[in-house]
């Protein structure tokens, strides 16, 4: 079946710094990618869809020039977190869904973040 | 935008007896409903899903009913045990694109 792949699955940064995490997409193209994250006890919250060649959509309340989303090529998304501050820390996680609309949607492992 | 909303939070029940929860949505153009069972730090799994031109799903002890006209959809498991307890979320989407996720409901099954 199809597969999402997402790195790191931990990282652990200092506070100012930037973090980039990677979604693939290993057996399928996918033209959209979505990021979602999840703080400890609470729902996935989706933050921005990742358009290939073209720029993210963000969802209301998400700062996209804190959350760059690069979609550069059909099988990778990357999502760097800029100035990483501890509130940043949670649990982000990526989906594809293979030949568009209609059909299944895959997630990654997800990425736990840690700002220190 | 779409509104996800789901009840209970918290669910205990005996091993062996059912277990229901609830999800209503917002947006009438929604046409997709999955149901995730997430471990702790682990990507959300899915366990069964609805689309709209269909009313009931059933597998083994999982089925899930939609009602479009209320804007509401359910889980039901069946005869449960304890490794069911987990953390279960709805969702809604238009055509398997973006999820809007519930709030979640904590599942507990005591032997």
């Known amino acids: 079946g199809a597969v999402v792949s997402q790195h790191p699955s931990r990282v652990i940064c200092k506070s100012g710094t930037s973090v980039k995490i990677e979604c693939r997409s290993l057996d399928f193209q996918a033209t959209t990618m979505f990021w979602y994250r999840q703080f400890p006890k609470k729902s996935l919250m989706l933050m921005a869809t990742s358009n290939e060649g073209s720029k993210a959509t963000y969802e209301q309340g998400v700062e996209k020039d804190k959350f760059l989303i690069n979609h550069a090529s059909l099988t990778l998304s990357t999502l760097t977190v800029t100035s990483a501050h501890p509130e940043d820390s949670s649990f982000y996680i990526c989906?594809?869904?293979?030949?568009?609309?209609?059909?299944?949607?895959?997630f990654g492992e997800g990425s736990w973040l840690t700002v220190v | 935008g779409e509104n996800v909303e789901q009840h209970p939070s918290t669910l205990s029940v005996q091993e062996g007896d059912s277990a229901v929860i609830k999800c209503t949505y917002s947006?009438?153009?929604?046409?997709?409903f999955p149901w995730y069972k997430q471990e702790l730090g682990k990507r959300p799994q899915l366990i069964i899903d609805i689309r709209s031109n269909v009313g009931e799903k059933k597998d083994q002890r999982i089925a899930v009913t939609l009602n479009k006209t209320a804007k509401h959809f359910s889980l039901h498991i069946t005869e449960t045990q304890p490794e069911d307890s987990a953390v279960y979320f709805c969702?809604?989407?238009?055509?398997?694109?973006?999820?809007?996720f519930g709030t979640g409901t904590r599942l507990q099954v005591f032997p």
């Open positions: 947006d009438s153009a929604s046409n997709y």
């Open positions: 969702a809604a989407s238009k055509n398997t694109d973006k999820l809007i």
């Open positions: 989906s594809a869904n293979p030949r568009g609309p209609g059909n299944t949607i895959y």
